[in-house]
């Protein structure tokens, strides 16, 4: 095909027209090819979970809808035109060496809410809106994306028994998303510091209907404040440095309206300190609740090093944007 300035492209559009190609297949090849060079510890395959928005102006735009500015202030919400997007990015540890860890984008699908229907839609076309917008929720549409990934996990050779640990921040630690996960998926999921959290009942001499959730537990924050659980360290590696974390663990804990009955760990890392110049002030960042999933034969250390590659995915979010083009659609 000719990339000559001024020729009539009209041929070629009506060339590759002729048959759609889908995009799912191409990056199922990507993800089969990537795992060859990734060496996680206890047969892992880690992927990062996250969405962006790309700001557009025009009204006509098929996916275009008012969202929530990402870049607005905490305190001070604004709302932008633009289309949203979900993707899943696969961490490679070639050599199994944390420094040389990258992601790469093994799913990319259009997120955008459902069109809400004008006030003289009918009453049919409000219940269709209704059931699309149920549909095209965050963690709805996360869901699939973990199945197509499982999906394409278990065609490959000696990789049928391998578990899936998905990484992701506090917008998919909910029950859409971690409710009746399958037992093959990991989670470690950033999550509140004022969650209510309960212990498992663990009677065996316990008469008429068993119960599940046992007392209730401090507040994630009110955790990490309390002396009486110890900090550990860990040698974590993250933005291109090792670094001796502290952080607690609290397991197994109940989570009533997110994950039910099954149980989980919480991992509380303490604010890691930073300086802005080589002489600045010392100043900490923020500390973080990590919700893991519970098991026994995965050493807490990998979900927290799992977690600190996070940032990985919105590497991605920006070449995509900035390099790739991604909304532009010539």
């Given at each position: 095909?000719?990339?000559?300035?001024g020729?009539?492209?009209?041929?070629?559009?009506?060339f590759?027209?002729?048959?759609?190609?889908?995009?799912?297949?191409l990056?199922?090849?990507?993800?089969?090819?990537?795992?060859?060079?990734?060496?996680?510890?206890?047969?892992?395959?880690?992927?990062?979970?996250?969405?962006?928005?790309?700001?557009?102006?025009?009204?006509h735009?098929p996916?275009?809808?008012?969202?929530?500015?990402?870049?607005?202030l905490?305190?001070?919400?604004?709302?932008?035109r633009?289309?949203?997007?979900i993707?899943?990015?696969?961490?490679?540890?070639?050599?199994?060496l944390?420094?040389?860890?990258?992601g790469?984008?093994?799913?990319?699908?259009?997120?955008?809410p459902?069109?809400?229907?004008?006030?003289r839609?009918?009453?049919?076309t409000?219940?269709?809106?209704?059931k699309?917008?149920?549909?095209r929720?965050?963690?709805?549409?996360?869901r699939?994306?973990?199945?197509?990934l499982?999906?394409?996990?278990?065609?490959?050779?000696?990789?049928?028994?391998?578990?899936?640990?998905?990484?992701?921040?506090?917008?998919?630690?909910?029950?859409t998303?971690?409710?009746?996960?399958?037992?093959?998926?990991?989670?470690?999921?950033?999550t509140?510091?004022?969650?209510?959290?309960?212990?498992?009942?663990?009677?065996?001499?316990?008469?008429?209907r068993?119960?599940i959730?046992?007392?209730?537990?401090?507040t994630?924050?009110?955790?990490?404040?309390?002396?009486?659980?110890?900090?550990?360290?860990?040698?974590?590696?993250?933005a291109?440095?090792w670094?001796?974390?502290?952080?607690?663990?609290?397991?197994?804990v109940?989570?009533?309206?997110?994950?039910?009955?099954?149980?989980?760990?919480?991992?509380i890392?303490?604010?890691?300190?930073?300086?802005?110049?080589?002489?600045?002030?010392?100043?900490?960042?923020?500390?973080?609740?990590?919700?893991?999933?519970?098991v026994?034969?995965?050493?807490?250390?990998?979900?927290l090093?799992?977690y600190?590659?996070?940032?990985?995915?919105?590497?991605?979010?920006?070449?995509?944007?900035?390099?790739?083009?991604l909304?532009?659609?010539?």
């Open positions: 095909m000719s990339l000559e300035c020729k009539d492209w009209s041929a070629d559009y009506a590759f027209s002729k048959r759609l190609w889908d995009p799912k297949k990056f199922g090849a990507f993800f089969k090819e990537a795992l060859r060079y990734s060496q996680w510890p206890h047969d892992l395959v880690v992927c990062v979970l996250d969405d962006t928005i790309r700001k557009k102006s025009g009204l735009i996916a275009v809808r008012t969202l929530r500015d990402t870049a607005s905490p305190f001070h919400v604004n709302l932008t633009a289309i949203r997007f993707q899943f990015t696969l961490l490679v540890r070639p050599a199994g944390y420094e040389a860890v990258r790469i984008p093994v799913w990319f699908q259009e997120a955008s459902a069109k809400k229907p004008g006030r839609a009918s009453e049919k409000h219940q269709a809106y209704k699309e917008q149920m549909e929720r965050l963690g709805v549409l996360a699939q994306g973990v199945d197509l499982l999906k394409w996990l278990k065609e490959i050779p000696g990789k049928e028994s391998s578990r899936l640990l998905i990484v992701t921040d506090g917008g998919y630690c909910n029950r998303f971690l409710g009746d996960l399958p037992e093959e998926v990991l989670v470690v999921a950033r509140r510091k004022d969650l209510r959290l309960y212990s498992p009942v663990t009677d065996p001499n316990a008469h008429g068993p119960r959730y046992g007392e209730r537990l401090p994630p924050e009110e955790m990490r404040r309390s002396e009486e659980i110890p900090w550990r360290t860990a040698r974590i590696f993250g291109g440095a670094h001796d974390v502290r952080f607690k663990v609290v397991g197994p109940l989570w009533k309206t997110g994950t039910g009955a099954r149980p989980w760990f919480l991992i890392v303490a604010p890691l300190r930073y300086r802005k110049t080589k002489h600045g002030k010392l100043l900490y960042r923020q500390p973080a609740y990590l919700l893991c999933s519970y026994e034969d995965v050493p807490v250390e990998v979900f090093q799992a600190f590659f996070r940032p990985e995915i919105e590497l991605n979010n920006r070449d995509e944007k900035t390099l790739m083009g909304g532009e659609a010539q």
